[in-house]
């Protein structure tokens, strides 16, 4: 059995978190695109959402993770009683959550829904595949915003489409994954080919941010309705 070693060591985030949202339950935050959610096993790892928050908000847990390149809303809990309670809505799917993203190309379809299950691709750490022998189910919904030309670095002229993104499960590497089964990847994703359509090989971080989260507050039992904007 092959043993699986990541070498990845991210480089350093000078940028801040934004608190959005407080009280002595849980905490609603904008993560930056890249800074990790969690500390790596690595050393030079340590720099992370859940490391930055521990220190001002001690006893904080995370529910749910960004990947590193993504920004965005993100639910903390203040206590590990906070968060078995909002775990349970994740896991019970409770919680709707929309994503923004620019693809590279101009998709032909408004909207769709991509329905192809995921699994490990151990052979190519750290990356999925779509896999119908041994993947689990993955659902995602798209519908397109605007579709629109942008001039790169280089002079070259982009097609891109701003689309929302609506996971309907939580798969590694969803949204990207099947964004690139559609055959318009996400722009600057490095695992799925962002950088590779002419022009797109210097774009600055992965254009795709967690916009909308909504869920039901575990003590009050009020909704909570959480938006933020887009930085793309």
Same mark, same amino acid.
Request: a neutral charge.
């Given at each position: 059995? +092959?043993?699986?070693?990541? %070498?990845?060591?991210?480089?350093?985030?000078?940028?801040?978190?934004?608190?959005?949202?407080?009280?002595?339950?849980?905490?609603?935050?904008?993560?930056? +695109?890249?800074?990790? #959610?969690?500390?790596?096993?690595?050393?030079?790892?340590?720099? +992370?959402?859940?490391?930055?928050?521990?220190?001002?908000?001690?006893?904080?847990?995370?529910?749910?993770?960004?990947?590193?390149?993504?920004?965005?809303? &993100?639910?903390?809990?203040?206590?590990?009683?906070?968060?078995?309670?909002?775990?349970?809505?994740?896991?019970?799917? %409770?919680?709707?959550?929309?994503?923004?993203?620019?693809?590279?190309?101009?998709?032909?379809?408004?909207?769709?829904?991509?329905?192809?299950?995921?699994?490990?691709?151990?052979?190519?750490?750290?990356? &999925?595949?779509?896999?119908?022998?041994? @993947?689990?189910?993955?659902? +995602?919904?798209?519908? $397109?915003?605007?579709?629109?030309?942008?001039?790169?670095? #280089? @002079?070259?002229?982009?097609?891109?489409?701003?689309?929302?993104?609506?996971?309907?499960?939580?798969? %590694?590497?969803?949204?990207?994954?099947?964004?690139?089964?559609?055959?318009?990847?996400?722009?600057?994703?490095?695992?799925?080919?962002?950088?590779?359509?002419?022009? %797109?090989?210097?774009?600055?971080?992965? &254009?795709?941010?967690?916009?909308?989260?909504?869920? $039901?507050?575990?003590? #009050?039992?009020?909704?909570?309705?959480?938006?933020?904007?887009?930085?793309?």
């Amino acid at each position: 059995m +092959s043993v699986i070693v990541d %070498t990845f060591i991210a480089p350093p985030c000078h940028a801040d978190i934004e608190v959005l949202f407080e009280d002595e339950h849980l905490l609603l935050i904008n993560k930056p +695109s890249g800074l990790l #959610s969690l500390s790596g096993k690595h050393p030079q790892n340590l720099d +992370s959402v859940h490391y930055r928050l521990v220190q001002a908000y001690p006893g904080c847990t995370l529910i749910h993770r960004l990947d590193f390149g993504t920004s965005g809303l &993100m639910v903390i809990a203040r206590n590990k009683a906070i968060n078995a309670l909002l775990c349970q809505q994740f896991s019970q799917r %409770t919680v709707t959550k929309a994503y923004e993203a620019l693809l590279c190309g101009h998709l032909a379809e408004d909207e769709g829904l991509i329905d192809a299950p995921i699994a490990k691709d151990p052979a190519l750490f750290p990356l &999925m595949k779509i896999c119908a022998a041994s @993947g689990k189910p993955a659902r +995602s919904r798209y519908r $397109v915003q605007e579709r629109f030309l942008r001039q790169s670095d #280089s @002079g070259e002229s982009l097609p891109l489409t701003r689309v929302r993104l609506i996971p309907e499960t939580g798969r %590694t590497h969803q949204l990207r994954i099947h964004c690139q089964l559609l055959g318009h990847p996400i722009l600057g994703c490095d695992l799925y080919g962002g950088l590779l359509p002419p022009g %797109t090989e210097r774009t600055p971080r992965l &254009m795709l941010h967690a916009c909308a989260l909504d869920f $039901v507050h575990p003590v #009050s039992g009020e909704p909570v309705v959480a938006r933020c904007a887009s930085p793309f």
